[in-house]
């Protein structure tokens, strides 16, 4: 069974930090060759945040968040992290991970999570 678990999204004051992890599965990852972050509000399309390559660790990030968040792996445990810091009230979003191609477009992944809330206050 597919599967992706996302955690650590909460409220946080601008110009601070979080860090959301996604664990996945080992059968989610099998014939996928990277994770993705995403992220959504009520009034914007789910919009790419960062993607990294399990193999090698290549990565991409969309040119909102670069020098603020990292995306990083931990091949033993399957899990992916997106570290968010100097965080914006416009980063407030649903956060979702994904799993799927190396990519920046929704369409290069096939594997979603549930989503994990970040709101930023000022």
């Known amino acids: 069974q597919v599967q992706l678990v996302e955690s650590g999204g909460g409220l946080v004051q601008a110009g601070g930090s979080l860090r959301l992890s996604c664990a996945a599965s080992?059968?989610?990852?099998?014939?996928?060759?990277?994770m993705g972050w995403f992220r959504q509000t009520p009034v914007k399309e789910r919009e790419f945040v960062a993607a990294i390559r399990w193999n090698g660790g290549r990565t991409l990030y969309a040119e909102a968040v670069k020098a603020r968040f990292t995306i990083s792996r931990d091949n033993a445990k399957n899990t992916v992290f997106l570290q968010m810091d100097s965080l914006k009230p416009e980063d407030t979003a649903v956060y979702y991970c994904a799993a799927g191609e190396f990519g920046n477009t929704y369409r290069d992944y096939d594997s979603w999570g549930q989503g994990t809330q970040v709101t930023v206050s000022t």
């Open positions: 080992r059968r989610t990852l099998r014939s996928r060759n990277a």
